[in-house]
């Protein structure tokens, strides 16, 4: 049974476009990152939600936004897509608000075109 | 500038012998440092951790060293088999409010029978 879960786990699409990647989470863990992988490997946090509240937000343009309806879910939008914006996105979880140990999803690897 | 720093991409080891993966990071104020394995098209998975009160920590054949006053710490796999072959990505992270992880690079460890 998928622990933490992403879709789609790939997204092509034209700039410009609008789009959504959709992360859950069957651990009961009260707290879900989102993290971005660029061409360069690394991974670096954007989003960390506690109990649907925002508690990291890295510098990401505004055109990201990060979206939890409840703890076991935490939505990223995307707006105006650019080429630039291509990556593995990687939804993450912990059981303790910043604990060290996460359990990552499979990524969503979204290509701009 | 990269806080972490994992300056081998790449490292083959022969099936049976010890693996070492070293990783640098620049702030004192990390204290609590992690690594994690990678698959690919798979998320990270957590390996091993270590506090900055210790110095060593071993779990069955994977064992990490901390070097606090070097800002060092190294994963050592021994013996190495060919189901080790992934990426391995140092992490770290620091005491506050949110405490939140920055990985390194990765590097790619291939076990060769």
């Known amino acids: 049974d998928t622990a933490v879960s992403q879709t789609p786990k790939y997204l092509v699409t034209q700039m410009g476009n609008d789009k959504s990647i959709k992360c859950e989470q069957n651990l009961g863990h009260d707290t879900m990152y989102w993290y971005k992988q660029d061409s360069k490997k690394f991974l670096k946090i954007m989003f960390s939600?506690?109990?649907?509240?925002?508690?990291i937000n890295e510098t990401v343009p505004n055109r990201f936004s990060p979206k939890s309806p409840d703890k076991a879910h935490l939505n990223l939008h995307i707006n105006s897509l650019e080429l630039g914006d291509s990556a593995v996105y990687f939804c993450a979880s912990s059981g303790i608000a910043g604990s060290d140990e996460q359990y990552f999803g499979p990524g969503t690897r979204l290509t701009v075109t | 500038d990269q806080q972490v720093k994992q300056n081998s991409p790449s490292l083959s080891v022969q099936e049976g012998r010890i693996s070492i993966l070293n990783c640098d990071y620049t702030n004192s104020m990390f204290d609590y440092f992690l690594w994690y394995k990678k698959y690919p098209a798979e998320g990270p998975t957590f390996l091993i951790s270590?506090?900055?009160?210790?110095d060593k920590n071993e779990d069955g054949r994977f064992t990490v060293f901390l070097n606090k006053s070097a800002k060092h710490l190294s994963l050592h796999i021994v013996p190495s088999q060919p189901g080790d072959s992934a990426v391995y990505f140092c992490a770290v992270s620091s005491s506050g409010s949110a405490r939140q992880l920055t990985f390194g690079s990765g590097t790619q460890l291939t076990v060769l029978p």
């Open positions: 270590i506090s900055s009160i210790k």
């Open positions: 939600y506690n109990n649907k509240e925002l508690i």
